[in-house]
Structure formats: structure tokens, C-alpha cells
């Protein structure tokens, strides 16, 4: 009773807004039925908005995958081809972080992704270490 006293107090004071209304129990696993009563779902339903959310992470992480693909062939491009003076290499190593920036969020998406197949939690690690099932689909 006190922690939905508590959580009721956190909702209304506007605290805890970047919260993840997504429950897991002490193993990690997703608990559905928990997950879809905070979303107000039935956990048929709730379930039907995780393979909607599962298809959107990976469409992300694909598209961020392909620009970082681009920005970064692009860049190598340019540096092939420039005449190297100091403002050049200036501003061929300010762009670096824009290709970071693309492929990072890929990478947040993948792992979004793979969390939301596998309907646990899983860390950096473990993604990273999957035999198989890396890639977002």
C-alpha cells in the first residue's frame, strides 16, 4: 500500500516522469500483465503493442545504422580527396561525432530491440555477446 501511495504521490506531484512504465520481476523478465494494467491494456493488447514497438525499434535501428553507414563513407570520402590545412582537419575531426552520434543510436535501438524479443532485461554485455540474434528484426 505504501508503494502505490508513493508512486501515486510521484505521479501527481510530475516527478518521475522519465519512469519506464515497463515492470520486470526479480529475475528480470518482463511481467506483462503488470506492464499492460500500468498502460491500462489487457495483456493481449499490450503484447500486440510490443511487436508494433519491437518492429519500430528495428526499423530505427536500421535507418540510423545506414545513415551512420553513409555520414561515415562520406566523411572518408572527403578526407581522401581534400587538401589537408589546418581549418580542413579541423573540421574533418568536428564531424567525427556526428557519425558516433548515428551509429550510437542504432546501437540504443538494437539493444531496445533485442530486449523487447528476448521480453527481459538484458545488459550492453549480453547483447553484445548473443550467439546469435544481434541484429534487430
Given amino acids: 500500500m505504501a508503494a502505490i501511495r508513493r508512486d501515486f504521490h510521484d505521479l501527481s506531484a510530475g516527478g518521475r516522469a522519465g519512469a519506464s512504465r515497463m515492470r ?3 529475475t528480470g523478465v518482463f511481467d506483462l ?3 499492460g494494467f500500468l498502460h491500462g491494456q489487457r495483456r493481449a493488447v499490450f503484447e500486440d503493442a510490443l511487436i508494433v514497438r519491437q518492429r519500430s ?3 530505427h535501428a536500421w535507418i ?4 551512420g553507414a553513409l555520414f561515415f ?4 570520402y572527403r578526407l ?3 587538401t589537408w590545412t589546418a581549418n580542413a582537419t579541423l573540421t574533418a575531426l568536428q ?3 556526428a557519425c558516433a552520434v548515428f551509429f550510437l543510436l542504432a546501437f540504443r535501438f538494437g539493444l531496445e530491440n533485442y530486449q523487447i524479443r528476448m521480453r527481459r532485461k538484458v545488459t550492453v554485455m549480453e547483447y553484445l555477446s548473443a550467439p546469435r540474434g544481434f541484429w534487430p528484426r
Wanted: cysteine-free; hydrophobic content about 55%; overall charge negative.
Fill in 73 to 76: 563513407l562520406g566523411w572518408l
Fill in 64 to 67: 540510423f545504422l545506414g545513415l
Fill in 33 to 35: 500483465d503488470a506492464s
Fill in 80 to 82: 581522401m580527396t581534400m
Fill in 24 to 26: 520486470a520481476d526479480e
Fill in 57 to 59: 525499434t528495428a526499423r
Fill in 95 to 97: 564531424f567525427m561525432p
